[in-house]
């Protein structure tokens, strides 16, 4: 169970846009940035989105985040079949002391 | 080229212990806070450990089932990280990614901007 909820697959059609939340609490999202992550099978996880919506230099603007109370959002435009992979979204929480993850969304880009 | 690389992994029986290692290059890890995350087959990512750097007196957190039996270290002057597991249980089985939080480089806090390519540790007997 994780500490973080993220819906387990989410889908669109390829050119389409998709969502995905993250919900947590006032000890870790509620009052803390919120970062999010890309992973395909078999490789590491990489960085898309940190400080809630800014973007790491080469990763496109097709990719945005935002953050409202104890929820988080990644959106997804312009879908590409390339971006059929695992996302996690990831915070620290204040109470635990922890780093916490999502327990991950799987897109599939029908 | 700025990158993280993991060895130490394999085979171990429960109540074993391993020590994983994670070299740095590209960068200097004396300016970050470094990390382990690990990931159960077919599971989602659980962090495990935090190395904070020297101005924070490389204090150290852990996630509550390792502590006790894993230690989080570093050696700046060999640019590398460690994490000692000792009394591995079954459901310690999993790939350790060794990672970068971000703060120092620009990036947020919190947030991991580089990541090796994981070691597999599986506990079985």
């Known amino acids: 169970q994780s500490v973080l909820t993220q819906p387990p697959s989410v889908s669109a059609a390829p050119g389409q846009k998709v969502t995905i939340s993250c919900s947590g609490s006032?000890?870790?999202?509620?009052?803390?940035?919120v970062s999010w992550y890309q992973q395909f099978p078999g490789t590491a996880p990489k960085l898309l989105i940190y400080d809630n919506n800014k973007r790491p230099s080469g990763i496109p603007d097709r990719f945005s985040g935002s953050k409202s109370g104890t929820s988080a959002t990644l959106g997804i435009t312009g879908l590409q079949t390339g971006d059929e992979a695992d996302y996690y979204c990831?915070?620290?929480?204040?109470?635990?002391?922890?780093?916490?993850f999502g327990g991950g969304t799987k897109l599939t880009v029908l | 080229e700025v990158q993280l690389v993991e060895s130490g992994g394999g085979l171990v029986q429960p109540g074993g212990s391993l020590r994983l290692s994670c070299a740095a290059s590209?960068?200097?890890?004396?300016?970050?806070?470094m990390e382990w995350v690990r990931q159960a087959p077919g599971k989602g990512l659980e962090w495990v450990a935090r190395?904070?750097?020297?101005?924070?007196?490389?204090?150290?957190e852990y996630i509550a089932s390792v502590k006790g039996r894993f230690t989080i270290s570093r050696d700046d002057s060999k640019n590398s990280l460690y994490l000692q597991m000792n009394s591995l249980k079954i459901e310690d089985t999993a790939v350790y990614y060794c990672?970068?939080?971000?703060?120092?480089?620009?990036?947020?806090?919190?947030?991991?901007?580089?990541w090796g390519q994981g070691t597999m540790v599986t506990v079985s007997s």
């Open positions: 990831g915070t620290w929480d204040a109470s635990l002391s922890d780093v916490v």
């Open positions: 006032r000890s870790n999202i509620g009052d803390e940035y």
């Open positions: 190395s904070r750097h020297k101005a924070v007196y490389y204090s150290t």
């Open positions: 590209g960068f200097s890890i004396s300016d970050h806070y």
């Open positions: 990672a970068r939080e971000s703060r120092a480089a620009g990036g947020g806090k919190n947030a991991f901007d580089l």
